[in-house]
């Protein structure tokens, strides 16, 4: 196989009679009009005394070329060289021949832990287009990432936890045995979430039964413990169908229920850096003089919220997976939520990388002719 850059590299080399690493200085232009690899020649401006437009006419005048170059072009202080395409072609042809589907791979991560965050659809919710997106997005970056030898974690942060399951455990109760829950499990949670969330719009005892119920979620309760497995399972089973159609995979289905036993030290970090205050009964973290309005870490009837769990899964994966990156496909209007987050991780006394490391790959929201927004 043709190395063309290190050809070219050889060529130099001779020309101005130097030992100096020519060939990583040789580029590949932005616009392929610029020719195939570029060498800028203010490289060597203070070795050889020159400027760079005379090294350029120097070494174009003196380069031996032999067929595997077509032509070599003077741009500014830049030689353009423009190979021989079907050289080119041939050569590109016998390495794909060679490297088979490892065609393209490369060892550029170097054993970095890269951990890819994609699908987390919510329990007992249906799993919709703007899912279907953030899926194929994750999972090909998930999959980019490991062919270029970065060691990738994939993790599906669910969402399997929060006062809806209270809602649902309520209505379940009352009306769990007219809805045919095994077979078309997700449909029928559905129904009842909406009909329960229609009563406590009505009723206020109804709510208070439900907030009454989160909280014995939190204290472990065994019936609402047990019915809340029971929609998680239910649900993981239907979204598993639509995984296993799209070759998906995940290293770790830890969803947001995992990190409750991990939120204590989150508090803990937070009031050793001196960040944690109480507003009005809740917890806070005042991000105001950075623009990001407050981030909620307790409420004041003592309950989590999402950003105090994303909190915990930071460090729980810093500690865990030492992560270089940490990429969460999540659609844009989650925005603010991840800005907050990110600046209050900075407080959770992880390594730096880790904190540097965070990043929110958004992307937009899908529209579809016949209804005008579907959430992601
Ligand atoms: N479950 C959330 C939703 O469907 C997405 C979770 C995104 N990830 C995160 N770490 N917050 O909107």
């Not at 043709?2 to 080399?13: D, E, G, L, V």
């Not at 032509?71 to 021989?84: H, Q, R």
């Not at 803990?268 to 850096?273: D, Q």
């Amino acid at each position: 196989m043709i190395n063309f850059k290190k050809r070219i590299a050889q060529k130099i080399a001779k020309v101005v009679d130097l030992e100096e690493t020519i060939q990583e200085y040789i580029e590949i232009p932005p616009n392929p009009e610029m020719g195939d690899y570029a060498f800028p020649c203010f490289r060597l401006a203070k070795t050889l005394k020159k400027s760079p437009q005379e090294i350029a006419t120097y070494i174009q005048s003196k380069m031996e070329c032999e067929e595997e170059i077509k032509e070599v072009k003077i741009v500014g202080g830049y030689l353009n060289f423009y190979v021989n395409p079907t050289m080119l072609i041939e050569n590109v042809l016998r390495e794909i021949e060679e490297k088979q589907e490892r065609y393209g791979s490369s060892n550029k991560g170097n054993g970095q832990n890269i951990i890819v965050e994609y699908s987390s659809p919510n329990i007992a919710k249906p799993f919709h287009i703007g899912h279907l997106r953030n899926t194929i997005i994750g999972s090909s970056l998930y999959k980019i990432y490991q062919f270029l030898g970065y060691h990738t974690i994939g993790i599906n942060h669910l969402g399997d936890y929060g006062t809806q399951f209270a809602k649902l455990i309520e209505g379940y109760k009352r009306w769990g045995e007219e809805y045919s829950i095994d077979e078309n499990p997700i449909q029928e949670l559905t129904k009842i979430y909406v009909r329960i969330s229609d009563l406590c719009k009505e009723d206020e005892t109804v709510l208070e039964a439900c907030r009454a119920n989160f909280k014995k979620l939190e204290e472990g309760d065994t019936y609402c413990t047990e019915l809340w497995n029971k929609f998680r399972e239910v649900s993981l089973k239907e979204f598993q169908k639509i995984y296993e159609l799209l070759d998906v995979h995940f290293d770790s289905w830890n969803g947001e229920s995992f990190y409750m036993d991990k939120i204590a030290e989150v508090e803990k970090r937070l009031e050793k850096a001196d960040v944690l205050i109480e507003s009005e009964g809740a917890k806070i973290v005042d991000l105001e003089d950075k623009g990001l309005g407050v981030c909620m870490i307790r409420k004041a009837d003592g309950t989590t919220i999402y950003a105090t769990r994303d909190l915990a899964a930071i460090l729980y994966r810093a500690e865990t997976y030492d992560f270089d990156q940490c990429l969460y496909v999540v659609a844009y209007e989650q925005n603010l939520h991840f800005r907050q987050v990110f600046e209050v991780a900075k407080h959770l006394q992880i390594p730096e990388k880790c904190v540097k490391g965070l990043e929110h790959v958004r992307y937009g929201m899908t529209r579809l002719a016949t209804r005008k927004n579907v959430n992601p």
